[in-house]
């Protein structure tokens, strides 16, 4: 099973369990200056990225994927084939998720292994990196901060470092669904209307510029 196979049986399972209610769903989102990318990022009321580990994949990349990962999102989780749950278990914080795959004839199963810990992202300087530069505009004219006429990007994030994590939490977590709102919905209308999904559904979760990127 490869990794396309696998996201679409995965974003099944999180809508059977309830998991994608008021959800905005983001396929590929490029984060670290696009140094990594997390396979599916799921937002609502918390930002959690999975990454997907095929039966084709290694685990070679692992630990750098999960230290940028763990420092940009609210939770992370490993989804892995059988073959790799042990090692996985054995190179993950217990924050970490771990859920575990198994192809059973043309069905792929999930089972938990690891819940692993949602940490609400902090770092103001990671946070205020998932803002396009307007949207950084608005949040600053919304708390009347009026000094952004001309100011690069830099002098923008330094002006929001003044604001409450709070208030940059709730901004960045409005403006991702409505970003991908559209896609996103998209999608999803689809999920209750068929018994099995293929790869192609994925592509109504592309956004038709480039991937989504998180610096």
Request: net charge positive; hydrophobic share 40%.
């Amino acid at each position: 099973m490869n990794e396309l196979q696998i996201k679409i049986a995965l974003i099944k399972w999180l809508f059977d369990r309830g998991q994608l209610i008021d959800a905005t769903i983001i396929n590929e989102m490029v984060v670290a200056n696009w140094s990594r990318r997390a396979d599916l990022v799921i937002v609502n009321g918390k930002i959690q990225a999975f990454e997907i580990k095929s039966d084709l994949d290694t685990l070679t990349r692992l630990d750098g994927q999960l230290a940028i990962f763990t420092s940009r999102f609210d939770k992370v989780t490993v989804v892995c084939s059988s073959r790799f749950t042990y090692e996985v278990k054995s190179k993950v914080s217990s924050n970490v998720g771990i859920i575990e795959f198994e192809n059973q004839e043309k069905n792929i199963s999930f089972k938990i292994i690891q819940r692993g810990k949602t940490e609400e992202i902090r770092n103001k300087k990671f946070l205020l990196n998932y803002l396009t530069k307007a949207e950084l505009a608005n949040l600053l004219k919304e708390n009347n901060v009026f000094r952004i006429d001309g100011c690069s990007r830099k002098d923008m994030e330094m002006q929001a470092e003044n604001l409450s994590v709070k208030k940059v939490r709730n901004n960045i977590l409005l403006n991702l669904k409505n970003r991908y709102k559209e896609t996103s919905d998209s999608f999803v209308s689809t999920l209750p209307l068929k018994k099995e999904l293929n790869v192609n559904d994925l592509q109504l979760l592309r956004k038709k510029s480039s991937l989504s990127k998180v610096t």
